[in-house]
């Protein structure tokens, strides 16, 4: 694909815990083909435990131990030159971060720190990346760029713990945006919030995207954040990307066993037929079932399922799903 | 009609900040309701509108500054502290936290069993435990001798709902049940509270952030805002054709799942939570659309619109239909 912009390679990022002398082997993100193309919201859906997390910190090149990259890689185009990550030094992944890559952390409420005040917090930020020492230049910067967010520049002045928590997130998420990067990846930045202040933050992060014009990779275990804003989206399981597809075709055409419980387990307004949970339990990411590692909690497995993990089929143009009932072009029996 | 539980006028005070600065925080502003035998009804609203402050007075967990909780026609005093909890069980947000992870799961089993003695041997109470587990359908050898982190969410959830079923209570009270468990799971824990109901009668209090599964599973609803009830009718009167501009907000705000249907229009936020709880009149008047003079020095009554109750100076009047709500709101 020509217009990836972030693309990950049969990637596999693992966990090695030393617990009593026994090493602990955690496959959190497990042999994963992404390819994120330019100026597109990029969703990945998945229960918790299931390695989304992981998957981001890999993709934003915050690897650190115990989490390891065990094989594959992942690519930045950089101004029309590929960049394989693993390549680059400690200085060139600093130099790369909030102006082409920003990572907006899970429970980004509180990353911010609380003894001082948000325009120091700005300050200290805008004199790491950019060639800004005068203290008024800086937050004339800042001020700037709040005032283009539509956020009141007199939260400047405040602590953190003076703001609501849906000021917090949205501040950090402009603090992310400040320096335009061209990808954006965001961890839950609006689970913990109210409905309402959830509302507000997605419209943040849906205007800084047509506004830069940029990719945003979003993580959320929320589907219904994910109908509103994104336009492809993955659904991860167990460390594994099972099924690929744009939204309306996720919601519409959900074509996986798992994707299809996921969708049809959603409650909705003016609806109360008897909805059905996926049944069993999401598996240890340690000690992962063989084959596709949906089988048993699959009520469409067979034998072959217990054995092998399938390889991805394209059902329609950019939909592709990782299941051997679609391989086999049995999938219309079940569906 | 019978009540099982009734919460009268009921109302509690915080105060915050030090001896110079006082600030009085008035949580749960005089809110009455009552729950129906063999009836789930959602006391809804976000964060901070004074839900589970309200679940914990009921629960005992704090007491009121004024008001009264009625069960089953007996007014809850100190001295029948056991007749009211065996009737009344709580359930809780993060399964994790309910239980100690150094203790067996088990072991709570047992303690309930001690405190309400409700068996007279061993074997009785396991008969009991395994009963019970098996409506959320584990089994007592599923968690015999096994310890909390040996379960995942979903599954202590469901364990602390069959512990809780110990005691036969006619009312469980759920705070935020589903809220920390996956998606994915999340339905069989909200169709676990529909069989309750509909096979055993028993009742739930189910308080709530979550609309959709709200609507889904529950019958009647209140919502609060800030500490008042701002809107209570049957789910299907509140949250099919909400007539406060409060309840219109949060049901448009709600992310449904569906890309056709995509938000449109731009929302304000709150200025800050203490400024809507010191608001004189109505306490969402600073973010109403349809906010009218009267809405910033009168706190508004209750109206009864259409079989739903609204606290909303625009239905005092002239009722408006909603359809003209929700056309004024752009949505």
Redesign the interface.
Known sequence: MGDAILRAEALRAFYALDIYGKTKVIKAVNDVDLAIRENEIYGIAGESGCGKSTLLKALAAAVEPPLRVMSGKVVYRVNGAEVDVAALSQEEKRQLRMTYIAYVPQGSMSVLNPVVRIRDTYRDFIESHLDVHQKGEAFALAREHLVELGLPPKILDAYPHQLSGGMRQRVTIALATLLKPRIIIGDEPTTALDVVVQRGVVQLIKDVQSRLKNTIVLVTHDMGVHANIADRIGIMYAGKIVEEAPTERIFGAPTHPYTRYLINSLPRFGDKTPRESVPGSPPSLANLPSGCPFHPRCPHAMNICKREMPGFTRVAPDHRVACWLVEEGRYGETA | MEKLLEVENLTKTFTLGSVLSRVKITAVDDISFFIKPAEIFALAG??GCGKSTTARIIMGFERATSGAIIHNGRREGKSDRVWFTEGIQAIFQDPFATFNPLRTVERYFFETIQNYRLATSKQEAIERIDAKLRLVGLTYDDLAGKYPGEF????LQRISIARALLTDPKLIIADEPVSMV???????I??LF?RLRDDFGVSVLYIT?D???A??VCDRIAIMFRGKIVEMGTVEQV??APKHPYTQ??RA????????R??QG??R??D??QEEYLRQGCRFAGRCPHVMEVCRRVPPPQFEVDGAQVACHLHAAMPRSDEVLIAAQGQ
């Not at chain 2, 996956?182 to 069989?188: N, T």
Request: charged letters at 20%.
């Open positions: 976000e964060s995942s969410g979903g599954q996956d998606a994915s799971l999340r339905m069989s909200v169709n529909r952030h609309l959709a599964t609507y889904y949250l099919m907000l949060l705000s709600i992310p449904e799942a569906d890309p056709r995509r938000w731009v929302i936020l709150s800050t939570e």
